[in-house]
Structures are given as structure tokens and as C-alpha cells.
């Protein structure tokens, strides 16, 4: 079982969701308010799961989600700040979500049904299946289809 798969998008759910609160600021990322206290192994070096938090993070930085300007030791990203393309895939609207609701105000249908929101409320309720299906539809290029250079002229 691929559960490093798993630990991945509980991370970049939450660490794009702690920039997405603080967008457009920039602020320091640490590993420790993503996934807790940790404790080094016998040489001092993070653990397996620190190293794939951090891991999780530059992974998310050199596909252009986020930028920062430099690492804290292993403990955190200094300085970052959501992309555009980071911030637009959190605020667009996730295919399904948009509540009939007719008493509420347009404004809070839209939060609700923001790929932010539906990710804070999976992780709310610690629901690693609908993680997983959210963190994918982030990555995808447009909410349900990959694009194809051939097709669109080009690939975002």
C-alpha cells in the first residue's frame, strides 16, 4: 500500500490552505504545523515523515503552486507565498459543490464550494479518501480534463 501517497496530499492540502489564509502575504511554512512534533533519528537527522512533508512542499514549489526564498534548515520553507496558479486552482469552484441553497448569500456559496474549503473540510474530518480525490483535481490542469498541448496550443 501506498500510504507515503496519502501522507503527500494531507501535506499539500495543508500546507497550499496554510498560504491560502494568509494569501497574498508570505509567511514561513514550517513542517512541524503541518504534521506535528517529530522527533530527529538517532543521527540527528527529521524523520521519514518530516522528510516527506518537506518533501511534499519543494515538490509543490517546483511545479509552480507555491514560492519561497529560501529553507529553514529541514524545518521550513521562509518566505512563501501562493502562485497564481496555486491560488486560482484553491478558489475555483470544485464540479457539484455549488449548494441550492437559495438563503444563503452568493458570496457564501462560492467560498463554499471552493476547492479550499471542501479541502479544509476534509481535513476537518481527517477524510483521507476525499483528500485524495480534492488534492488530484488540484493538480489537474482544468477540473476534469487534462489539457493537451496538441488540442489547446498549450499546457499550464
Not at 503552486?65 to 478558489?91: M, N, P, W
Request: proline share 5%.
Amino acid at each position: 500500500m501506498d500510504l507515503q501517497i496519502d501522507d503527500f496530499y494531507k501535506d499539500a492540502a495543508g500546507g497550499l490552505l496554510m498560504l491560502y489564509q494568509a494569501f497574498p502575504r508570505k509567511v514561513s511554512l514550517y513542517v512541524e504545523d503541518l504534521i506535528g512534533r517529530e522527533e530527529p533519528d538517532e543521527f540527528g537527522l527529521p524523520s521519514k515523515r518530516h522528510q516527506g512533508c518537506l518533501g511534499a512542499l519543494l515538490w509543490l514549489a517546483e511545479e509552480g503552486y507555491l514560492r519561497y526564498e529560501s529553507t529553514i534548515h529541514f524545518q521550513a520553507l521562509d518566505q512563501a507565498v501562493l502562485t497564481e496558479k496555486g491560488f486560482v486552482r484553491l478558489s475555483r469552484a470544485v464540479p457539484g459543490q455549488i449548494a441550492d441553497d437559495l438563503s444563503l448569500p452568493p458570496s457564501v456559496l462560492r467560498i463554499q464550494a471552493s476547492l479550499a474549503h471542501q479541502l479544509r473540510e476534509a481535513l476537518k474530518r481527517a477524510n483521507s479518501e476525499r483528500i485524495a480525490q480534492l488534492a488530484r483535481l488540484m493538480f489537474e490542469s482544468q477540473s476534469g480534463a487534462p489539457q493537451h498541448p496538441s488540442l489547446h496550443g498549450q499546457a499550464t
